[in-house]
């Protein structure tokens, strides 16, 4: 099925009873999915992810949220990423408005907006009625309007209320669901007065402290933070080695926690005007993709990718293994969440489709568990939704022929 660059929409009906049993889980260094009410079991399956950030705003009719995702289900997508807050307009640095259609909202508690929670479970049901998993991330960054404050404690009581409301009971079921708790957890992010206003963002110190809360509410929902783009593997992989205590039980460390999968923002880096950031996935052996049509590697085997801020021997090894190497104590799936994005001007333009399918069909074959496309064209959206740009386009129409060649080496 191909799409149209002029249309992302193709209404579809599907029943909601059988979906609602879709379940999300971790085994070993994969995701595993099934759905009981169907008769599938949990199976590890690699995941295709398109960010999909502003999903869940009032700004998104349902008409169009039926139309993208019946297209992306149709076309190979398995899983979207939408934001539980989101900006709302542009501005210097790209975002400036808070949207108050939001699920946390600053003021008190539980600091959750009623009709931002209703919208969101509408979402959720929605999208497993076609079989996609959401990862739903919060960042506190995004929650306070202009001029206001949402302290940490706020934040935390707003999660834990999202995590009560979103548990499985007799009527709801959104097991298909997994939380990133802070987006780049390490990072600052500029506020609507920019570039004075800095919003601090949670701590990884603190990020334990509401995985802590939300596993007290719900031990069975996956949970972790991701880091801002430019840390190094290793970087990453000390934080997710990071065992914490339970409170109420401190000294057994059979009741210690760590994150359940690594959520990592690989390198945007470019080279002389050559996205090096598409090839540093893969396979750590010679050679390229037996795929038809051939896709052109963007980056040469003998190439030595770069540990930001500058290139070393050591960094020859592919990402997935570093992720791998670092995490020892506890195999995680490996979920590389963010590369770099096509947009409309400035070197990023640049991009094809084929860097696109590079980049996952390499983490594919070297084991990843999931990798997201990290679109424009519902990265942020404002007055109206985005038409996929036709590198978007073409990623998507080849994405189902392009990952069936691929073998999953997890």
Known sequence: MKILATTFLLVALTSSAASAQLTITKQGRTFAIGNPALGQPQTPTFIVFFSYFSGASDRMTNTMLEGDLANLAALGVKGVRIFANYWRTKDCTGFSSYDASGVLQDGSAPYVNPAGLTRLKYVLGRAAAYGIVVELTFARE????????????????????????????ATQNFSHVFFDLQNEANGSS???????????????????Q????????????????????????EQYGGIAMTAFP???????????????????????????????????????????????????????WGDVFACSPTVTASCKAM????????????????FFQEPDRWMPSGQNSTLTANHFLEAVARAKYAGAAAWCMHSQSRFLYVDEAQPPGAPELAFLNALSSTLAQVVWNP
């Open 142 to 169: 995004t929650v306070a309007p202009a001029g206001g404050q949402f302290t940490f404690n706020e934040y935390t009581a707003g999660i834990n209320e999202v995590t009560k409301q979103l548990k499985t009971t």
């Open 190 to 208: 500029q506020g609507p007065t920019c570039p004075s206003a800095q919003i601090p963002i949670t701590t990884t110190a603190q990020a334990w």
């Open 210 to 233: 509401i995985i802590d809360a939300v596993k007290k509410d719900d031990p069975s929902r996956l949970a972790s933070i991701s880091l801002a783009n430019e840390i190094t593997p």
């Open 246 to 300: 339970d409170p109420s039980d401190p000294g057994n460390p059979a009741k210690f926690r760590r994150l359940d999968f690594a959520a990592f923002h690989d390198s945007r880096q470019w080279v002389s005007g050559v996205p090096k950031w598409t090839g540093n996935t893969g396979v750590a052996t010679a050679g390229t993709l037996p795929l038809t049509p051939p896709i052109t590697s963007t980056i040469s």
């Open 319 to 334: 990402l997935v293994d570093r992720l791998r190497n670092a995490i020892t104590a506890q195999p995680m799936p490996v």
